[in-house]
C-alpha cells in the first residue's frame, strides 16, 4: 500500500565537527522536484494564544501550538497537483542554528491488519523549526509529534545544529528511529532507509531514538522475527521495514557518484555514514553538490551538446542546492545557496541572521505563503523577469542546448564570484560581531544588506551571463557558416 508515489530524487552530506575544517559540522543538501518554483522567506517569532491550534493542508492532525514559535529562514517550493505538488521540498534554517532538509525514502512497509495514523506530513519540518532549539531537541520534538499524530510518508529527516546532526527516519504510521552522525563521521543518502542496527540499550539516547512501537510493530506483521527470543541484537532497521529493495539507477548513480566525490571510492548502497579519513571545507561540499553522472564524458563521444544532467548529484530535477556552514553565532551560520542546478550558479551567502529577504526573492510575504502553500494559482509558474529565480531558470535551460560550449564560461565567472566572496564574508563577520556588542539589530542589519547586495550581484550575472552564452552561440554558429560557405 502506498499514501505516496516513490520518489528517487534529493541527495544530502552531513560532516562531523570533529572531520571539519571550521571545527563546527557541515551540512550539504540538493533539493530535487522538478516542476516548481522557489522563493524565500523570512518568518519572524510569534506569540501564540492558548488554546490555538495549527493544521497543514497535507494531512488530517490538529496540532496544539506552543505559547512561542522561533523565527527561521525559509526555503519554500511551489507547484501544482495534489497537496501543492512537491511540498515536501523545503527546508529551514531558524534563529538558535538548527537546520532542518528531508529526503523522500522508497515506500516503507505498511500494516494491512491495523489502523495507520497519518496525521502529520510536511508540517513536521516546519514544527521542527518553529520549536527547537538544538537538533537534539528537534528529534525529540519529531518523535513526540509522529508517535501521537502519525506520518503519512516514509521520508529521512536530517536535523543539524553546529555541534549535532541527527538523521530522522520515520515510516508511514507512528513508528521511526533516530541515528547521529559521529564527529568524526562523513554521512551521505539518496533516497532509501540507511539506518540499520540500532543499540537498544542506549535509553540515555547518545547515539539513538526509535518509537516504542517499532520492533513489537514488525513481529505482529511478519516482518521480523528475532534469531533469540526478546533478544533484537540482530534487528535491521533499514531491510525489516522497506525490505532488500532493487532500487532505481538515480538512486545507485547517485550514492556512487556521492561517496566517491566524499571518499574516491564507492561504498555499499545503504551505508549510513563512515569515519572520515580527512577534514572537509564547505568548498568541497559545494563541488560534491555539482557533481554530474559518471558516464558524461563518454556519452560526449557520441553527442557533443549532450548534457550532465541525469543520474548525478546535479540533475535534470535539482531545483536548490546549500550548504550549511555553521557559526557559534548562529545569526552568522551562512548557507550558502545556489539555484535551479548547482553547476550553473554561484553559491550565494545568505546569512541566518537577516532581518528581509532580498528584493526579487520573494514573490509574496511569508503569511500569504503559509495559507496558500497548499494551494498553489497556476500563474505562480509564468514566468516573471520581477523575480530572481526565473533568471537562473533562463540560464540553465541555456546551458542544456549545449553543456560542454557554455561550461567554461560558466565556470570561470563563478569562481570569480565566490572566491570574492570568501573575502569578504570574513570581514562582515568580524563588522556583525563588533557592532553587536553595542546593538543587534544594527549588527543584523550588515548581514541583511550583505546578503541582499550579493544576491543581487548574483542575479544581474545570471542575467548578463545568459546573453554573453546566447552571443558566443551566434558568433560561433555565424563563423561556421562564413567558414563552409567559402
Not at 411 to 439: F, G, Q
Request: aromatic content about 12%; glycine content about 6%; overall charge negative.
Amino acid at each position: 500500500m502506498n499514501i505516496l508515489p516513490d520518489f528517487d530524487n534529493c541527495s544530502t552530506a552531513i560532516i562531523g565537527k570533529n572531520a571539519s575544517a571550521t571545527g563546527r559540522l557541515l551540512m550539504a543538501h540538493n533539493e530535487d522536484n522538478g516542476k516548481s518554483v522557489s522563493q524565500t522567506h523570512v518568518v519572524p517569532r510569534a506569540k501564540h494564544e492558548a488554546g490555538e491550534t495549527i493544521t497543514f493542508g497535507d494531512a488530517d492532525g490538529v496540532i496544539p501550538q506552543v505559547p512561542e514559535t522561533y523565527a527561521y529562514l525559509w526555503s519554500e517550493f511551489r507547484s501544482l497537483g495534489e497537496f501543492g505538488g512537491e511540498s515536501f521540498s523545503d527546508s529551514f534554517f531558524n534563529e538558535w542554528g538548527v537546520a532542518v532538509a528531508s529526503n523522500s525514502c522508497q515506500s516503507s512497509k505498511i500494516s494491512e491488519n491495523e489502523p495507520v495514523k497519518m496525521g502529520l506530513g510536511y508540517g513536521l519540518r516546519r514544527l521542527i523549526a518553529e520549536r527547537a532549539k538544538t537538533a537534539r531537541e528537534g528529534v525529540e520534538i519529531a518523535a513526540q509529534l509522529v508517535s501521537q499524530f502519525g506520518y503519512r510518508s516514509s521520508r529521512c529527516y536530517q536535523i543539524c545544529d553546529k555541534d549535532e546532526a541527527w538523521v530522522f527516519q520515520v515510516v508511514t504510521g507512528t513508528n521511526y528511529v533516530a541515528r547521529r552522525v559521529g564527529d568524526d563521521e562523513v554521512y551521505f543518502i539518496p533516497n532509501w532507509y540507511t539506518i540499520h542496527e540500532i543499540d537498544f540499550s542506549d535509553t540515555d539516547h547518545k547515539k539513538f531514538y526509535w518509537s516504542e512501537d517499532l520492533v513489537p510493530c514488525a513481529i505482529r506483521n511478519g516482518w521480523y522475527k528475532p534469531a533469540k527470543e526478546n533478544d533484537y541484537s540482530d534487528f535491521d532497521f533499514a531491510l525489516t521495514y522497506q525490505g532488500d529493495l532493487t532500487p532505481p539507477k538515480t538512486n545507485t548513480d547517485r550514492s556512487d557518484v556521492g561517496w566517491k566525490g566524499l571518499t574516491g571510492k564507492k561504498m555499499p548502497y545503504r551505508t549510513f555514514s563512515i569515519k572520515a579519513e580527512k577534514k572537509y571545507s564547505a568548498e568541497d561540499l559545494k563541488n560534491l553538490l555539482r557533481a554530474h553522472y559518471m558516464e558524461w564524458e563518454e556519452d560526449l563521444k557520441d553527442d557533443p551538446t549532450m548534457s550532465p544532467h541525469r543520474y548525478g548529484l546535479c540533475r535534470d530535477t535539482t531545483n536548490e542546492g546549500f550548504v550549511v556552514e555553521f557559526a557559534d553565532d548562529p545569526n552568522l551560520t551562512c548557507v550558502w545557496r545556489a539555484f535551479p542546478r548547482t553547476c550553473g550558479a554561484p553559491f550565494m551567502p545568505w546569512y541566518v541572521g537577516i532581518l528581509k529577504v532580498p528584493d526579487g526573492y520573494e514573490m509574496m510575504n511569508w503569511k500569504a505563503s503559509q495559507v496558500t502553500h497548499f494551494a498553489v494559482d497556476p500563474s505562480e509558474l509564468q514566468c516573471d523577469t520581477s523575480l530572481a529565480y526565473w533568471a537562473f531558470h533562463r540560464l540553465q535551460n541555456m546551458l542544456e542546448f549545449d553543456y560542454k560550449f557554455c561550461e567554461k564560461t560558466i565556470r570561470d565567472t563563478i569562481d570569480e564570484l565566490e572566491k570574492e566572496w570568501d573575502k569578504t564574508k570574513p570581514v562582515i563577520d568580524a563588522a556583525y560581531l563588533s557592532l553587536k556588542k553595542e546593538n543587534e539589530t544594527y549588527a543584523k542589519q550588515i548581514l541583511t544588506d550583505y546578503t541582499a547586495m550579493q544576491a543581487k550581484r548574483a542575479w544581474q550575472w545570471a542575467e548578463e551571463t545568459t546573453m554573453d552564452l546566447v552571443d558566443m552561440r551566434n558568433q560561433a554558429r555565424m563563423d561556421f557558416w562564413r567558414a563552409t560557405g567559402e
